[in-house]
């Protein structure tokens, strides 16, 4: 089973709402990740945990907080959003992030969001 | 740092053509570089992915090429299909955890 899951697959939410995002992969990856994806853009890396244990920041603001309750599970938590936060949210796994020249990351279908 | 280029940025063609999209990178010290699919609103799909090592690899109609010393790799599509449309994204792994992508090339293959 190469699948990484992401519910919900589109959300609306005002700027006040508290809402979460959810991954799930079942490949035995110990590395996940979370990207945003504007419209024509390529994805931009948010967020990287490796063992369950947040390993990058990108410098994201802390409207938005990851957690990674097991290995199997990745969730993004939203709070006070702003309009400009509304893009593609994607989520990722990998074997552990190494310099293996054969690692590839297996991207899930991602969760539309928009901010009213 | 690395920077990614994917040209053309867009591309139209009848069925049935050979097609070539073209991907260059300024640092030569990659560990793979990745040839992904998106469709519209979708997630990645992960289409070839070449060893630093390595200088191409097939998957049916498609073919990719590295020249890492260039700085470069070319998406062949054969025999080119209206299913065949999407955005075609290029990324070198640059270090365990990071992937640098370009803008991608939108492809549009017409009946």
């Known amino acids: 089973d190469t699948e990484v899951t992401q519910t919900p697959k589109h959300l609306v939410m005002g700027m006040t709402n508290k809402k979460s995002l959810k991954c799930e992969q079942h490949?035995?990856?110990?590395?996940m990740y979370w990207y945003k994806q504007k419209a024509k853009k390529p994805p931009e890396l948010m967020f990287v945990y490796s063992y369950e244990k947040l390993s990058i920041n990108e410098s994201v603001p802390s409207r938005f907080s990851p957690e990674c309750p097991n290995s199997s599970l990745l969730n993004l938590h939203l709070h006070a959003l702003q309009p400009e936060d509304s893009a593609l949210y994607l989520c990722?796994?990998?074997?552990?992030?190494?310099?293996?020249?054969?690692?590839?990351?297996?991207f899930g279908p991602g969760t539309r969001l928009t901010v009213l | 740092k690395q920077e990614v280029t994917q040209i053309p940025a867009a591309l139209s063609v009848p069925e049935g053509e050979n097609l070539v999209l073209n991907c260059s990178f300024t640092?030569?010290?990659?560990?793979?570089l990745q040839w992904f699919r998106q469709d519209p609103g979708k997630g990645l799909t992960s289409l070839l992915l070449i060893q630093s090592s390595q200088r191409e690899q097939t998957s049916g109609r498609l073919n990719a090429s590295l020249d890492k010393s260039s700085g470069r790799s070319t998406l062949y599509i054969a025999a080119s299909q209206p299913g065949d449309s999407a955005t075609y994204l290029c990324?070198?792994?640059?270090?365990?955890?990071?992937?640098?992508f370009g803008e991608g090339t939108q492809l549009t293959v017409n009946p």
């Open positions: 640092d030569s010290a990659i560990y793979n």
């Open positions: 990324a070198v792994k640059t270090s365990g955890s990071r992937l640098t």
């Open positions: 490949m035995g990856h110990r590395a």
């Open positions: 990722a796994s990998s074997q552990v992030p190494t310099s293996a020249s054969t690692d590839t990351q297996y």
